[in-house]
């Protein structure tokens, strides 16, 4: 088992930043691969980043890239979603998840944290 705890979640105005955290414990972190979701009210939920067990290796959704970045610190069991130049169209609640292979798509990721919500203000 694993339990991922995210924080950093808040209210900011469009163009603004934040920091999302994911904390996890139980098993050993680093064989984890990580990825951030987010879903928004009504939309299903979409994939937002990935990083692979050591941190090599990292993958974007179109709709971040370059604006977005994903890190891991094996060290402190935590991985980090750095968020700037923050669009509206970025709220959503976001969920970090652990799985065994860095892939783009919910199903394979085996543990979920409970979600930290992100609101954009235009």
């Known amino acids: 088992q694993v339990q991922l705890v995210e924080s950093g979640g808040g209210l900011v105005q469009a163009g603004g930043s934040l920091r999302l955290s994911c904390a996890a414990a139980g098993r050993t972190f680093s064989r984890y691969a990580m990825g951030w979701f987010r879903q928004a009210p009504g939309k299903e939920r979409e994939f937002v980043a990935a990083?692979?067990?050591?941190?090599?290796?990292?993958y974007y959704a179109d709709s971040v890239k370059g604006r977005f970045t994903i890190s891991r610190d094996n060290a402190k069991n935590t991985v980090y979603l750095q968020m700037n130049s923050l669009k509206p169209g970025d709220t959503a609640v976001y969920y970090c998840?652990?799985?065994?292979?860095?892939?783009?798509?919910?199903?394979?990721?085996?543990?979920w944290g409970q979600g930290t919500q992100v609101t954009v203000s235009s």
């Open positions: 990083i692979s067990r050591s941190g090599d290796y990292t």
């Open positions: 998840a652990a799985g065994d292979n860095i892939v783009v798509v919910a199903t394979p990721y085996s543990y």
